[in-house]
C-alpha cells in the first residue's frame, strides 16, 4: 500500500528481524517478498507493461506448463520445490486439486470435447439440424403467437389488477407493501387474469 500512495522508498523485514541475525536465506525472503510488493504497486498504478508478466504467468497456469511457470515466478528455486514436495513429476493438473476435480484439467477436456477433437467424437463433416416435422409444424401452429398488442393489453390487465400505475410498482410486491399483504394481493387479484 506504501507504494501505491507514492513512498519514495521500499524496505522489507526478515522473519528473523529482532530475534537474530538474518540469514542468507531469510534476506532472500525479504528480497522476494520486496519484489512482490513493488511489483503489487506497480500493477494498481496501472504502470504499462507491469502486468505482462502475470498475465504469462495466468496463461502458463491455464496451459498447464509447469517449466514456464517456474521460469516467470519471482523465486524458481522455491517453486519449483514447493511443486516437487508433492509432485514430483510435471502433470496436467496441480497438487491443490488433484487430478479428479482439477479444474483446469477438467475445462481444457471440456474445450476439447466440444470442439469435436476428442478421441471418438470427431465430427465427419458439419452437422445440419433436420427442418421441424410436420408434427412439430402443427405444434407450433396451435401455441399461436400474441401480437404486440395482445402482450400490452395483458400486461395492462396484470398491472390493473395488482394496482399498480403506469410505470410505478405494483402494491404486490413486498417491498412496496408488508409482505402478507402482497401474498394475499397476489393470490386474490391474479388469480382470474387467465380469463379474457
Not at 38 to 60: C, N
Not at 95 to 107: P, T, Y
Request: hydrophobic share 40%.
Amino acid at each position: 500500500a506504501a507504494a501505491y500512495h507514492g513512498a519514495a522508498m521500499l524496505c522489507y523485514v526478515t522473519p528473523k528481524e529482532h530475534l537474530g541475525l538474518p540469514k542468507k536465506d531469510d534476506v532472500k525472503q525479504g528480497c522476494v517478498a520486496y519484489k512482490i510488493a513493488a511489483h503489487a504497486a506497480d500493477v494498481a498504478l496501472g504502470i504499462p507493461g507491469s502486468r505482462d508478466r502475470d498475465d504469462e504467468l495466468t496463461k502458463a497456469r491455464a496451459a498447464l506448463n509447469w517449466e514456464k511457470h517456474f521460469e516467470l515466478s519471482f523465486d524458481p528455486d522455491i517453486a519449483r520445490a514447493y511443486h516437487d514436495e508433492d509432485l514430483d513429476v510435471d502433470t496436467d493438473f496441480c497438487a491443490m486439486c488433484g487430478h479428479d476435480w482439477c479444474s483446469v484439467r477438467i475445462s481444457k477436456e471440456i474445450v476439447e470435447f466440444a470442439s469435436g477433437k476428442a478421441d471418438g467424437y470427431q465430427w465427419d463433416r458439419a452437422k445440419v439440424t433436420a427442418a421441424l416435422t410436420d408434427e412439430q409444424k402443427a405444434i407450433l401452429e396451435q401455441r399461436g403467437v400474441l401480437s404486440p398488442d395482445e402482450i400490452h393489453r395483458l400486461a395492462a390487465k396484470t398491472q390493473k389488477a395488482v394496482g399498480a400505475g403506469k410505470g410505478a410498482k405494483a402494491s404486490c410486491h413486498s417491498d412496496v407493501a408488508d409482505s402478507d399483504v402482497a401474498k394475499t394481493l397476489q393470490v386474490v387479484e391474479l388469480a382470474d387474469l387467465s380469463s379474457p
